[in-house]
């Protein structure tokens, strides 16, 4: 079963996803603490973590950074509804999708899956696991989730992971902002949604340059974003 935690003090809330999730085949922790979920999310035995931006003591952004400061575990956000400030600053800090609050446990439960799933598909789609990918300097192994950039490892989260390698297998040509988000996040792109051009901002900064000096990937107008081939 894999386990899901939720950082959240709102204890109505808290309960209504854990009976659904746990109903859904989950196995679930809850903290209400800032401090404890940081803890538990950083034990190595959590397969993702649902976190809440408004916490008490420590403000859910800044409980995120901690986390990514030492972990890629996987997190979607649940953030107020039409706050982009707060969605746009934890899809900076790393996060890999967010969930507008008040959610149904049905939505909620779709993302996990959603998310889940792509590293599993990844890893089926790389034979016996030793396939490597490559475009100029850049280095990629979807099934161990690894990638280089001139032999330097790179940090990338789940869904920044998923987002490279499909420009990759598809270096040259243009991939839709739609088809990424249904590699990257398992679902179609929403109306007004922000999520993948925030996320290869962040591929973009991590990544080196081509020898003129262009980023490596670039946004395609009306088609989506391209990675250059060398």
């Not at 973590?49 to 420590?58: E, G, I, K, R, Y």
């Not at 598909?121 to 490597?132: H, L, P, T, V, Y």
């Not at 591929?203 to 020898?211: A, E, N, P, Q, Y």
Request: hydrophobic share 40%.
């Amino acid at each position: 079963m894999m386990h899901i935690l939720i950082i959240d003090d709102d204890a109505a809330l808290t309960s209504l996803l854990r009976d659904y999730l746990e109903a859904d085949g989950f196995f679930v922790s809850v903290e209400n603490q800032a401090p404890r979920g940081i803890e538990a999310a950083l034990s190595g035995d959590v397969a993702m973590a649902v976190l809440d931006v408004m916490m008490p003591q420590l403000n859910g952004l800044e409980v995120l950074r901690r986390i990514r400061d030492k972990s890629e575990l996987p997190i979607i956000m649940l953030t107020a509804r039409g706050d982009d400030i707060d969605r746009i600053a934890g899809l900076e800090l790393g996060a890999d999708d967010y969930v507008a609050k008040p959610c149904t446990p049905r939505e909620l439960a779709a993302r996990i899956r959603a998310i889940l799933r792509r590293g599993r598909i990844s890893a089926e789609n790389s034979a016996d696991g030793s396939e490597m990918i490559a475009s100029g300097n850049l280095r990629m192994w979807p099934a161990r989730r690894s990638a280089q950039w001139a032999g330097t490892p790179l940090k990338l989260t789940g869904t920044e992971f998923s987002l490279l390698e499909t420009l990759v297998r598809h270096a040259g040509r243009p991939v839709s902002k739609n088809e990424l988000s249904e590699r990257a996040l398992g679902r179609p792109l929403e109306r007004h949604d922000r999520n993948i051009d925030v996320h290869i901002s962040s591929v973009r900064r991590k990544l080196g340059t081509l020898s003129d000096g262009r980023p490596l990937i670039q946004a395609v107008h009306r088609m989506g974003y391209q990675l250059l081939e060398e």
